[in-house]
């Protein structure tokens, strides 16, 4: 008896599943290594101001903002751009905004009514930013899922008057940081007006998160094509 081969008939949701299979992102990107050098240096920017290293803390701020324009070029010029790049390059400033808070207060050179506003506005972010990464992240949801960054979840776009409520903290850390380093020029009056003025934009800016559709994007979520091919090969 011949036995002829069957050919089995494709199944309709092959491209869905192929979709999915694609989870993971490169994230050893020149503009991630460049942020996380920032993380490493935050610290060390602590400890030179605690440490009366005025040169040294100027030094490496400098450095900061300048691989904080570097990388976000290099990302914009070479289409290298990734999801936890957008985590963790506001996660870098902010570690770097709150070494700098809480050094220069400890030292006196930043009023301590301010130091609160600021780190109360980031910590609250933060409380936010790990909720979203939970709740947002594709099961099985485990620890070990959960700090694995190539697996992108949720998509953090700062809000525009949180772009510049950053500018003006650094702008400010900034000045506070370059007045020791030269005490002949008197910038206690452009300190006391820009205290203020961050003062305001950062309770801005933390609203903004609050009212704001477009600072969290779930990627998890199925696309609505996605959905309705899922729904035809239910039928």
């Known amino acids: 008896m011949a036995v002829f081969p ?4 494709l199944v309709p949701v092959l491209p869905s599943l192929a979709r999915k299979a694609i989870s993971r992102e490169n ?19 602590g400890y030179c101001i605690l440490h009366d290293h005025h040169a040294w803390a100027l030094g490496l701020f400098a450095y900061a903002g300048i691989t904080d324009l570097l990388d976000g ?4 010029r070479w289409n290298l751009g990734t999801v936890v790049g957008t985590v963790i390059d506001p996660m870098a400033d902010k570690i770097l905004m709150t070494v700098l808070t809480v050094a220069l207060a400890t030292k006196g050179a930043l009023p301590i009514w301010l130091a ?6 980031d910590v609250a972010l933060g409380i936010a930013a790990i909720y979203y990464r939970w709740i947002s ?22 809000t525009t008057i949180s772009k510049y409520n950053t500018a003006l903290q650094l702008g400010l850390m900034g000045l506070t940081t370059v007045a020791p380093v030269v005490p002949s020029l008197d910038l206690g009056t452009p300190l006391g007006v820009m205290q203020y003025v961050v003062a305001v934009t950062t309770v801005w800016s933390g609203a903004s ?3 704001s559709k477009d600072a969290v994007k779930i990627l998890s979520q199925p696309q609505q ?9 239910k039928k």
């Open 6 to 9: 069957v050919q089995l008939p």
């Open 27 to 45: 994230i050893y990107t020149i503009p991630n290594w460049l942020t996380a050098s920032r993380l490493v240096a935050a610290p060390f920017v």
């Open 73 to 76: 070029w290099i990302a914009r």
């Open 116 to 121: 609160g506003l600021i780190l109360g506005r």
């Open 137 to 158: 992240l594709p099961p099985p949801k485990t620890m070990a899922r959960y700090w694995d960054f190539s697996l992108p979840s949720a998509e953090v776009r700062p």
């Open 209 to 211: 998160y609050v009212y």
């Open 225 to 233: 094509g996605e959905a309705e091919e899922n729904e035809q090969t």
